[in-house]
């Protein structure tokens, strides 16, 4: 480019549109990304050769509105705690067990409602739940509830049958006081 052109480009509007680009530019790369996690129950009427493709479709439809698979638990059939309808086409259909997994992801805050709009239209779905989650760090196998497990294991000690004589011994010996 001659110098007369690169002059002529350098207007407030084109710098304006320039620094407004670079700005939006950064601002997508550097939006944070939150984890969600989606669990989900499938109705118990797909056959289990069928289960990995439905659970393929739910992560494209994650992946297609933007979002990126973390982790996630392959279905497993369990029974409800109550019967659950689904209508569809007119007709009410009501299922006792679904096939229970969940997905985690991480997708920016603004797309969260065009995945829950492509989740909401898959067929098989009997019920769904989709909630923002804490970052993996935070969530590990160290970390316990209180009063679940967080009591201190006891020291375990050897004990021989010598000793376990000893202690019944010295408890059959003691007297025994009258009560009055």
Not at 18 to 34: F, G, L, R, V, Y
Request: no cysteine; net charge negative.
């Amino acid at each position: 480019m001659t110098q007369k052109k690169i002059e002529r480009l350098r207007t407030p509007l084109f710098s304006a549109t320039m620094a407004h680009m670079i700005k939006n530019e950064h601002s997508e790369q550097d939006a944070p990304k939150k984890l969600y996690e989606f669990s989900y129950l499938l109705v118990s009427t797909v056959p289990e050769d069928k289960l990995s493709e439905e659970v393929g479709a739910l992560k494209s439809a994650i992946e297609g509105a933007g979002g990126t698979i973390e982790t996630s638990a392959d279905p497993s059939l369990r029974d409800l705690a109550y019967p659950m309808s689904l209508s569809k086409e007119h007709k009410k259909t009501t299922y006792t067990a679904g096939y229970f997994g969940w997905i985690v992801f991480s997708a920016e805050s603004d797309i969260v409602k065009a995945i829950e709009k492509a989740l909401d239209s898959h067929e098989r779905v009997l019920r769904y739940l989709l909630i923002n989650r804490p970052p993996m760090a935070a969530v590990s196998s160290k970390t316990k509830a209180p009063g679940v497990g967080a009591q201190k294991e006891k020291e375990k000690k050897e004990v021989n049958a010598e000793d376990i004589d000893k202690s019944i011994e010295e408890m059959v010996d003691e007297p025994v006081k009258a009560e009055a």
